[in-house]
């Protein structure tokens, strides 16, 4: 059974920081992209950045790079998100997903478009003004 234990979400002002932290297990496919998407009530899903397996790659939406840093430790299989300069419309759940590649397309490109195969209960990052 596949699963995503997301977490470190919380409460903070404007310009401060968080860590999220994903650990996956479970996983029985080789070529994926990990990572968060976010979501607003009343909003779409908008992904935020994911790391590759297939070539070690990192992307980020536009939104968030240069602020937001995603990272990985393959000993505890844990991926993290660390979040700085945080503005309120950062407010969101976010979720740790996976998207896995398919066909001729790699993952990262069903990531960045918001077509998960996986993802977690959600983590709620609320930024107060």
């Known amino acids: 059974e596949v699963q995503l234990v997301d977490s470190g979400g919380g409460l903070v002002q404007a310009g401060g920081s968080l860590r999220l932290s994903c650990a996956a297990s479970?996983?029985?496919?080789?070529?994926?992209?990990i990572g968060w998407f976010r979501q607003a009530p009343g909003k779409e899903r908008e992904w935020v950045s994911c790391?590759?397996?297939?070539?070690?790659?990192?992307y980020y939406g536009d939104f968030v790079k240069g602020r937001f840093t995603i990272s990985s430790d393959k000993a505890k299989n844990t991926v993290y998100l660390q979040m700085n300069s945080l503005k309120s419309e950062d407010t969101a759940g976010y979720y740790c997903?996976?998207?896995?590649?398919?066909?001729?397309?790699?993952?990262?490109?069903?990531?960045?478009?918001?077509?998960?195969?996986?993802w977690g209960q959600g983590t709620q990052v609320t930024v107060s003004s």
């Open positions: 997903a996976i998207s896995v590649s398919k066909a001729q397309w790699n993952a990262n490109f069903y990531f960045r478009n918001n077509k998960y195969d996986f």
């Open positions: 790391i590759s397996t297939t070539d070690g790659n990192i």
């Open positions: 479970g996983l029985y496919f080789d070529d994926y992209c």
